[in-house]
């Protein structure tokens, strides 16, 4: 659960100024709500894989498709860039990106559901 947790929290609270203003005690609560679009109080697979798709498109300000380290920001550290960057051409495609998020909601869903509760 931390890791999903902590990607989405961050890519949270760099793209969406609405939300960066629940950092405190709701920050938890608050981004599970902007991820649970169909307000069911779980977040599924494809409610998490449609967000995180237009958090790329939101992080790639410069729009060519793939996020270079000064778009990732502090969304990830060199290290956890480096690691998400397969190819390491030094950028991220959409396909590296998602399979990097991806791969947090497999290992946050425990139960293996398909749910984040
Ligand atoms: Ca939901
Ligand atoms: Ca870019
Ligand atoms: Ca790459």
Known sequence: MKKAVLVAALLLSQISLVHAQAQSAALRQG???????????????????????????NLDKNKDGK????????????AQFTATDVNGNGSLSQTEFM?????DFVSADQDGDGKLQ
């Open 31 to 57: 981004h599970k709500d902007a991820l649970d679009t169909n307000k069911n109080g779980v977040v599924e697979r494809s409610e998490y894989q449609v967000y995180m798709q237009s958090a790329f498109t």
């Open 67 to 78: 996020l270079d380290k000064s778009e990732m920001g502090s969304v990830l550290t060199e």
């Open 99 to 103: 399979n990097r998020v991806m791969a």
